[in-house]
């Protein structure tokens, strides 16, 4: 009954490549983001989806797309891996986008060879 | 900008020691002050939520405090198990694209030893 699932938890690949990270909850919640961890433990928002729609957009690389296809789902796709994508990739969801605590899930390892 | 420091980066307590962790924010206007812990190779664990300054939460040995310019996680009678790394959080209201943004400080790791 986990209630923000990410696959994988660990994502070793080469740079140069394409790859997914798939998130789900089961909370029940409208809104849902992806933060990135880097090595020093700092945790940062990447992108945000409430109701289908990007509300939030950091200064990421466009390599970088978030696809939901329902409200439950928030996948990362990330073209042209760089050796500096190399992080800890979470996945949260909220009840609405302003003064919720967002619950997070345990994190993808992503490593860049 | 809005920005969160959390001091110390780490607190070795002997198990009972009680102590405290400090969160400084500056925030354009505050929508809430987030408290979570999170331990080695997992994700954070929501703990508490504040909203205005002179608010309290309670949660076993944990207790969170907020002024208008930061906020404490008190920790009486520590145990082992609450061993893990404590997150500040603070979400703005500021408009333009950081609007709902969690801004997270860099951590205070905790270790207690029986």
């Known amino acids: 009954d986990t209630a923000v699932s990410q696959t994988p938890k660990y994502l070793v690949t080469q740079m140069g490549n394409d790859k997914s990270i798939k998130c789900e909850q089961n909370?029940?919640?409208?809104?849902m983001y992806w933060y990135k961890q880097d090595s020093k433990k700092f945790l940062k928002i990447m992108f945000s989806?409430?109701?289908?729609?990007?509300?939030i957009n950091e200064t990421v690389p466009n390599r970088f797309s978030p696809k939901s296809p329902d409200k439950a789902h928030l996948n990362l796709h990330i073209n042209s891996l760089e050796l500096g994508d190399s992080a800890v990739y979470f996945c949260?969801?909220?009840?609405?986008?302003?003064?919720?605590?967002?619950?997070f899930g345990d994190g993808t390892r992503l490593s860049i060879l | 900008e809005d920005q969160v420091t959390q001091s110390p980066e780490a607190l070795r307590l002997q198990e009972g020691e009680s102590s405290s962790l400090n969160c400084s924010y500056t925030?354009?206007?505050?929508?809430?002050l987030f408290w979570y812990r999170q331990d080695p190779g997992k994700g954070p664990e929501f703990l508490f939520t504040?909203?205005?300054a002179g608010e309290e939460k309670e949660k076993e040995r944990l207790k969170a405090t907020l002024t208008k310019k930061e906020s404490f996680l008190h920790i009486t009678a520590p145990k082992p198990e609450d061993s893990a790394t404590y997150l500040c959080?603070?979400?703005?209201?500021?408009?333009?694209?950081?609007?709902?943004?969690?801004?997270f400080g860099k951590g205070t790791k905790l270790s207690v030893k029986p």
């Open positions: 925030v354009s206007g505050l929508r809430g």
């Open positions: 909370l029940g919640h409208d809104t």
């Open positions: 504040l909203y205005s």
């Open positions: 949260a969801s909220s009840q609405g986008a302003f003064g919720q605590p967002q619950h």
């Open positions: 989806y409430n109701n289908k729609e990007l509300i």
């Open positions: 959080a603070v979400q703005g209201t500021h408009y333009g694209g950081s609007q709902g943004n969690l801004i």
